[in-house]
């Protein structure tokens, strides 16, 4: 049996027609890496995603990790963080330390919070509010004992904070 060529109706791939007419299949060589492709892409649409919007940092000691319920936050709002600690030689979590997050901004109106340990191994909690809208410039500071001076990344990184809802509505 000779293979013809490839036939459509109405731009469908109908596949390959031998000279008889009977339709022939493709060989499971085409057919199982196109299979495994699109597994791949269903299995990481299904997973769980990594939000974009952690920020990083790290100490000679230390690498932290920290997210915000809210992104961007707005003025007279709680912001929640989550702050993962790591060591930064053996990247095992740092249990029962001691730390803040703060933020300044341009008019000198400083805020902070403590660390709040768990219920997770290295994750500590915090929440913020924001009084004024802009930018703020931010930072986490950390030991693991009270033993320990605090140690603090060299670059703050910046939030804007939006202007507050109005009293009564949804949008600000």
Same mark, same amino acid.
Request: net charge positive; hydrophobic share 35%; with cysteine.
């Given at each position: 049996?000779?293979?013809?060529? /490839? ?5 469908? !791939? ?13 060989? #499971? %060589?085409?057919? $199982?890496?196109?299979? *495994?492709?699109?597994?791949? @892409?269903? %299995?990481?649409?299904?997973?769980? #995603? ?14 932290? $990790?920290?997210?915000?319920?809210? %992104?961007?936050? /707005?003025?007279?709002?709680? @912001?929640?963080? &989550? +702050? &993962? ?12 330390? !001691?730390?803040? +997050? ?7 109106? #400083? ?21 004024? =809208?802009?930018?703020?410039? *931010?930072?986490? !500071?950390?030991?693991?004992? #009270? &033993?320990?001076?605090? !140690? ?6 910046? /939030?804007? %904070?939006?202007? =507050? ?8």
């Amino acid at each position: 049996m000779k293979v013809g060529r /490839q036939t459509t109706d109405g731009g469908r !791939q109908l596949g390959r027609r031998t000279t008889d007419g009977s339709r022939r299949r493709l060989p #499971s %060589v085409v057919c $199982r890496p196109m299979l *495994m492709f699109w597994a791949a @892409i269903f %299995v990481s649409a299904c997973g769980p #995603s990594l939000s974009n919007a952690d920020m990083r940092a790290w100490t000679p000691e230390f690498e932290f $990790r920290i997210a915000s319920d809210v %992104v961007p936050p /707005q003025a007279l709002e709680q @912001i929640h963080y &989550t +702050i &993962t600690v790591r060591d930064n030689k053996t990247h095992e979590p740092i249990a029962n330390g !001691q730390g803040r +997050i703060f933020a300044t901004n341009a008019d000198g109106h #400083s805020i902070n919070d403590g660390f709040k340990y768990g219920p997770e191994v290295g994750v500590y909690h915090a929440t913020l509010m924001f009084i004024t =809208a802009g930018d703020w410039a *931010m930072n986490v !500071q950390f030991r693991r004992d #009270s &033993t320990k001076a605090l !140690q603090k990344p060299d670059n703050d990184w910046r /939030q804007t %904070v939006l202007v =507050a809802a109005e009293p009564g509505s949804s949008k600000p």
